[in-house]
C-alpha cells in the first residue's frame, strides 16, 4: 500500500476527445510526476510537479497537460485523444523530487 | 524512448532458485533503481543504489551496478511464487535537475511452485 491513489481504474474514449485523470498523493509528498505505459513497455515520463509548478518535461506534445493542487492531489489532462494514447498511466509521488517515488495503481485509459 | 535494456525479457524458474536480471543503460546516471510490476498494478521501489555504490543488499535482493560498463544486474535469491512479476530498472540522468526517470522495457519473471 503505497498511499496514492488514482482515479478512474478504467476509462474508454474516442479519438478526438479530451480527458481527465486524476491523482491523490501521500501527505506532505510535494513531487508528483505522471508515466505513460503502453501494453509490455516500461512506463515513460510525462511530466513532474513539484509544489505546483511543472518541473520537468519529457518529449510529449502540449495536448498532454498537468495541474498539481495544494492538497496533494493532481490532474493529467489529455486533449485531441488519438489511438497510441492508449495506455497505463501513473503517478507517482514523493517529498522531494530526488526521492524515490511511490506509485499508484494507474488508470487503464483505452481509446476507440 | 527507453534508456534501459532489461535482459532477459522473460525467465521462468522453480520456486528455491535464484533469479538474475541485468540491466544496461546510455548515459552518465545519479542513480539506478529496480521497480517490481505486478500485472495490472503500479510499480513497487525495491532498491537503488548510488552511482558511486557498487553493491546494495535488501532482504533476499543483492543489487550490483558497473557504472564503466553502464549495467546493473538485480539478484533475487531463494525465489518464491510471489515473486511472480514484471521487473524494471530505473536511471535518473546526471544531465536533468529532477528525478526523470527512464525505465528499460523489463524482464518478465514466472517463479513456479
Known amino acids: 500500500e503505497t498511499g496514492v491513489t488514482q482515479s478512474p481504474t478504467h476509462l474508454i474514449k474516442t479519438r478526438g476527445q479530451q480527458v481527465t485523470l486524476r491523482c491523490s498523493s501521500q501527505s506532505g509528498h510535494n513531487t508528483v510526476s505522471w508515466y505513460q505505459q503502453a501494453l509490455g513497455q516500461g512506463p515513460q515520463f510525462i511530466f513532474q510537479y513539484y509544489r505546483e509548478e511543472e518541473n520537468g518535461r519529457g518529449n510529449f506534445p502540449p495536448r498532454f497537460s498537468g495541474l498539481q493542487f495544494p492538497n496533494y492531489s493532481s490532474e493529467l489532462n489529455v486533449n485531441a485523444l488519438e489511438l497510441d494514447d492508449s495506455a497505463l498511466y501513473l503517478c507517482?509521488?514523493?517529498?522531494?523530487?530526488?526521492?524515490?517515488?511511490?506509485f499508484g495503481d494507474g488508470t487503464r485509459l483505452s481509446i476507440l | 524512448s527507453q534508456q534501459g535494456e532489461e535482459d532477459p525479457q522473460a525467465l521462468s524458474i522453480q520456486e528455491g532458485e535464484n533469479a538474475t536480471m541485468n540491466c544496461s543503460y546510455k548515459t552518465s546516471i545519479n542513480n539506478l533503481q529496480w521497480y517490481r510490476q505486478n500485472s495490472g498494478r503500479g510499480l513497487v521501489h525495491l532498491i537503488l543504489i548510488r552511482s558511486n555504490e557498487r553493491e546494495k543488499h535488501s532482504g533476499r535482493l543483492r543489487v550490483t551496478l558497473d557504472t564503466s560498463k553502464k549495467s546493473s544486474s538485480l539478484l533475487i535469491t531463494a525465489s518464491r511464487a510471489a515473486d511472480t512479476a514484471s521487473y524494471f530498472c530505473a536511471t535518473d540522468g546526471l544531465d536533468t535537475g529532477f528525478q526523470k526517470l527512464v525505465f528499460g522495457t523489463g524482464t518478465r519473471l514466472l517463479v513456479s511452485p
Open positions: 507517482a509521488s514523493s517529498f522531494l523530487p530526488n526521492q524515490p517515488q511511490h
